[in-house]
Nanobody, 123 residues
Framework: QVQLVESGGGLVQAGDSLTLSCAAS????????MGWFRQAPGKEREFLAA????????YYADSVKGRFTISRNNAKNTAYLQMNSLKPEDTAVYYCAASIRYPGRGVWDYVYWGQGTQVTVSS
């Protein structure tokens, strides 16, 4: 079992940057693809980005490409999502997840999920 805990969310202004962290415990995430999703009220959970097991390959949704950067530190058993130029429409609960597939663009590809962290972007 892998337990994932997101942190780093909060209230920011449009144009600000924020970095989310996803700390894993229970077992190493070194063999898993790590992904980030978000879910706004009344909307489906949306794929944002994925990174393969060794961090060499990344994949982004068009909605965040060029603004968000996914990374990982397997020695720290942690994945990250750096978010720049935030917009009010980025407001959502952000989730990290672990998958055995790459890039794993669907929620069904992921076997472990965190509880989420709220990001609110004011205009």
């Amino acid at each position: 079992q892998v337990q994932l805990v997101e942190s780093g969310g909060g209230l920011v202004q449009a144009g600000d940057s924020l970095t989310l962290s996803c700390a894993a415990s229970g077992r190493t995430i070194g063999s898993y693809t790590m992904g980030w999703f978000r879910q706004a009220p009344g909307k489906e959970r949306e794929f944002l980005a994925a990174i393969n097991w060794n961090g060499v390959n990344t994949y982004y949704a068009d909605s965040v490409k060029g603004r968000f950067t996914i990374s990982r530190n397997n020695a720290k058993n942690t994945a990250y999502l750096q978010m720049n130029s935030l917009k009010p429409e980025d407001t959502a609960v952000y989730y990290c997840a672990a998958s055995i597939r790459y890039p794993g663009r669907g929620v069904w590809d992921y076997v472990y999920w965190g509880q989420g962290t709220q990001v609110t972007v004011s205009s």
